[in-house]
């Protein structure tokens, strides 16, 4: 069968199955790099690497050496008949060009080997498992791997080899290229830039990623332009760490099997003086998986005192706010991090691209890498052992989130990483620490002037309004508020008492936790959902309650679901509210906040939550009324926690155990600024089971899971094992209402499946 163009079915279905494979490895680029990859000049990449060699040693090495002749690499066949036939040849090449024209001792230090190498990243499947070649280093800023000669850590780039029919598949060429870009920043964390090649028996390209993304060269002719060709393999292979886009600001000491054995780094200290500190060896560095971005690394050191300190690098853009500025601001409060020193402008991604002026409009936004030295306290709060820990932690970094909500600052990313163990014997105040103000923001008066985006923050623990963002009317997507944080916080409670032990144990996570964890994680709009219902289910209470480890008792009745309940209500109210009127005036300025009348009641609000905090902690000190753990009769939401946040005797009772940072109230602090003479007193409002919303919303396009390095709270809920159930253990006088409560509910399910 033809069609009219004369193309026969079979050549048209195999022209739509190529276009639908670019299309899906586009889509792949996109999530990594952002929409759009620049295309460099060629003057770009004929104007780096210069000052590695002279054009008279390049003139000599083509006129004497045997690699080159007549117009051609001699060694390269014309027509391979497989990819595996280049990839001898071009090692061969690079490393003639190392030996010959390679910085003094950088044969010793420099090799270009045929390998596999496995991934820290797992990829999609499409991409290859390894390069081809990779030039396999020693140094400073490289560790060898145990067990193998070569892994990710110790080369300095990667070369994909490819056939000259597939040499203009860019698509394909971003994918693999990306993969091993991020492989490399994250065994290589004081790398500023990746460089990489395509290279075929004709043609080369070269492929440059940073932390704005990425861009690549044009196609270039290996046998026309050998001096471009030259050039490019000296810089990938030079023994210059800062060329090679190392940052040698941290410098390894490497015992004779290529392990380290310790580290220092230098940073401007106060005074611009430099500062050297000692790096933990048994503390590696954390760092972030994402390539586009901050690209946040954090390193353990301590001073010439022996005090231990974290130093924060990241690349910051543009038009963000500086977090120095707001750690400055907020020197003294108790709970949140303490900046010791600042070093603003150490790199930009600009200098690294040649003229991004050629690039359209939005293509290219820099980056400035910052230096922050912090205090160090404890681990993430995930690493707590006893309830009593985590309380003091979670209550404290609460308090210290009020502190900075009165300086006008809401953090916009709370998270289990993002609130830390205090020190051992911390006192009250100091049990919690806040820590990352990246994404904080100032506010103006009860509000940020910045929408609610589910792009920001830990998806994990980000709150409803947030998640909604997705599906909202852009008109109606409200402004991010401090009871959005206040939200988070109770993701980050309910994630550690599903998740964990009291004692600090991983929990054997049965299928309604893992189903209830990934639903979290998922996109956006169907995270949403998950948490609402979370919120709303009518069996949600025995539902936990029959899942966690029965010693969370103690805390379950008053505390969990008292924040439970905290949460639903204020997220009920914001739901009826969100269609009230719109974000902006017609003018674009901000129109009045409808969430006023709920967010007026500021004191009253964190009153709340502390207040159950600190009535768990003395129930569990033994201050409290009642220490036996838990009850045996179905739960209930106590009437103190369930009452409306909107009544005058629920402000009354939370004023008078407010825990204030000053002894001006947050409330009238901030209704000063704004010129608010009183509070508004909203009417009581009964909590809904499902949010407000007006007909047809139009959703934007899902959101993946954002992906972070290494912790706790982004592994756990994505073992695919099949947990064990986790045995309950009952006090003796309750395991007989426990097993016949247990059989009713079984029985009442299996009606209803």
């Known amino acids: 069968m033809y069609l009219t163009d004369g193309s026969s079915f079979d050549s048209l279905t195999s022209i739509s199955a190529t276009q639908e494979k670019r299309d899906r490895l586009r889509k792949i680029v996109c999530q990594d ?13 004929e104007s780096i690497y210069q000052d590695l060699t002279t054009p008279a040693a390049i003139k000599k090495y083509l006129d004497g050496d045997n690699e080159y002749c007549n117009g051609r690499w001699t060694r390269i066949p014309e027509a391979p008949p497989a990819v595996t036939d280049l990839h001898d040849p071009i090692r061969r090449i690079i490393n003639s060009l190392i030996e010959h024209l390679g910085l003094p001792h950088a044969s010793d230090s420099r090799e270009a080997m045929i390998c596999q190498i496995q991934r820290e990243e797992n990829g999609d499947s499409e991409c290859p498992t390894s390069p081809r070649i990779v030039i396999r280093a020693t140094g400073p800023s490289f560790s060898s791997p145990t067990g193998s000669s070569v892994e990710f850590s110790n080369v300095t780039a990667c070369f994909g080899i490819e056939l000259n029919s597939q040499a203009k598949e860019i698509w394909s060429h971003l994918v693999q290229m990306t993969e091993f870009a991020k492989n490399v920043f994250i065994r290589q964390p004081n790398r500023c830039f990746v460089r990489s090649m395509i290279v075929t028996e004709c043609q080369a390209q070269l492929f440059h990623f940073d932390r704005s993304g990425a861009q690549y060269s044009p196609l270039f002719d290996i046998h026309e332009k050998p001096e471009v060709f030259i050039r490019l393999i000296l810089g990938l292979a030079t023994t210059n760490e800062r060329i090679l886009g190392l940052d040698n600001s941290v410098q390894w000491d490497m015992a004779p099997n290529g392990t380290k054995t310790s580290g220092s780094l230098e940073t401007l200290g106060r005074g611009n003086r430099i500062v050297t500190y000692n790096l933990s060896i048994d503390e590696g560095p954390i760092t972030r998986s994402s390539l586009l971005g901050r690209g946040t690394t954090c390193w353990f050191s301590k001073n010439d005192q022996g005090e231990r300190l974290i130093v924060k690098d990241y690349w910051v853009a543009d038009n963000q706010p500086s977090e120095f500025e707001l750690l400055e601001e907020v020197k003294g409060l108790r709970g949140v991090c303490q900046i010791v020193s600042y070093d603003g402008n150490r790199a930009c991604t600009r200098d690294f691209r040649g003229d991004t002026s050629t690039f359209n409009q939005g293509v290219f936004q820099n980056r ?81 002037e910045v929408l609610a985006d589910f792009k920001t923050g830990t998806r994990l623990f980000q709150p409803l309004m947030a998640l909604k963002s997705c599906e909202f009317i852009p008109a109606y997507i409200p402004l991010y508020d401090y009871l959005d944080d206040l939200e988070a916080f109770f993701w980050v409670f309910a994630y550690l008492v599903l998740t964990y032990k009291p004692n600090g144990d991983r929990m054997p996570q049965n299928h309604w936790l893992k189903l209830t964890i990934k639903g979290w994680l998922n996109r956006p709009g169907v995270a949403h959902d998950c948490k609402r219902d979370f919120l709303t289910s009518p069996t949600i209470d025995y539902e936990i309650r029959h899942s966690i480890d029965s010693e969370w008792d103690v805390i379950f009745d008053d505390l969990f679901l008292g924040f439970h309940a905290f949460t639903r209500e204020l997220n009920s109210q914001k739901a009826k509210l969100v269609y009230k009127g719109q974000t902006k005036l017609p003018d674009g300025t901000l129109a009045p906040n409808r969430f006023e009348p709920i967010l007026v009641k500021i004191d009253a609000h964190y009153a709340r939550v502390l207040a159950l905090f600190d009535a768990a902690l003395g129930k569990i000190k033994g201050s409290g009324p009642d220490t036996v753990p838990g009850s045996s009769k179905p739960p209930q939401r106590p009437a103190s926690v369930s009452t409306s946040l909107s009544t005058s005797s629920a402000e009354t009772t939370s004023d008078s155990l407010s825990v204030a940072t000053s002894t001006t109230s947050v409330e009238k602090t901030l209704l000063v600024e704004k010129g608010v003479a009183s509070p508004l007193v909203a009417k009581a409002e009964s909590a809904s089971t499902s949010s407000s919303t007006p007909p047809n919303p139009s959703p934007s396009p899902a959101e993946q899971p954002t992906t972070r390095s290494k912790r706790r709270s982004d592994e756990a809920e994505l073992d695919d094992e099949s947990p064990k159930e986790s045995k309950r253990r009952c006090p003796p006088s309750r395991r007989q209402a426990r097993g016949i409560l247990s059989s009713v509910y079984q029985f009442c399910r299996t009606l209803f499946e």
């Open 368 to 448: 400035t890498s910052v230096r922050i030295v912090m205090k160090a306290y404890g681990l993430s709060i995930e690493n707590f052992t006893s309830v009593e820990q985590l309380l003091g932690a979670l209550r404290d970094a609460i308090a210290a989130h009020k502190a900075l909500v009165s300086r006008n600052i809401i953090h916009r990313d709370v998270s289990c990483d993002n609130i830390l163990l205090g020190e051992d014997g911390a006192e009250e105040g100091d049990r919690g620490v806040i820590i990352d103000l990246d994404h904080a923001v100032r506010t103006s008066g009860l509000s940020s």
């Open 33 to 45: 790099l952002g929409n759009t990859v620049p295309e460099a000049t060629s003057s770009w990449l």
